[in-house]
């Protein structure tokens, strides 16, 4: 898949800086294209290949794992971006109070 052929409301903000898959990207040293075309592989295919990446160290893993649960919060990257995100593109779930961009994406998914 190319970042043409995603739907025209995922590829407007698909890999941008300030989104989850964004920051992802930039902290993995990932192109959009690298992780399109892995995305068309299976769960087991895509393990494997993301294990070969020089940038996928179980230590750089980790502190992905670390920083992302609190994406948005103060001090981590995108803080601020909650509030962004809840006056454009989540509206819906304002006045809602959430502390990091993930807590965003479970409500508006239903999850939280």
């Known amino acids: 898949m190319t970042h043409a052929e995603l739907p025209p409301e995922y ?8 989104g ?12 959009k294209e690298q992780i ?3 995305g068309e592989e299976n769960d087991d295919q895509v ?4 294990n070969t990446l020089a940038t996928a160290t179980a230590e750089r893993v980790t ?10 919060r103060p001090g981590f990257p995108m803080a601020g971006r909650t509030e ?3 006056a454009t593109t989540y509206k819906h779930l ?13 409500a508006d998914e239903g999850i939280g």
Request: glycine fraction near 6%.
């Open 11 to 18: 590829a407007a903000r698909f890999g941008h800086p300030t």
């Open 20 to 31: 989850i898959d964004g920051q992802f990207l930039a902290f993995f040293q990932l192109t």
């Open 36 to 38: 399109l075309q892995a």
């Open 47 to 50: 393990a494997t290949w993301f």
């Open 63 to 72: 502190e992905w794992n670390r920083i992302a649960l609190d994406l948005g």
């Open 84 to 86: 962004t995100a809840l």
């Open 94 to 106: 304002s006045p809602r109070k959430f502390e990091t961009v993930f807590e965003v994406l479970e």
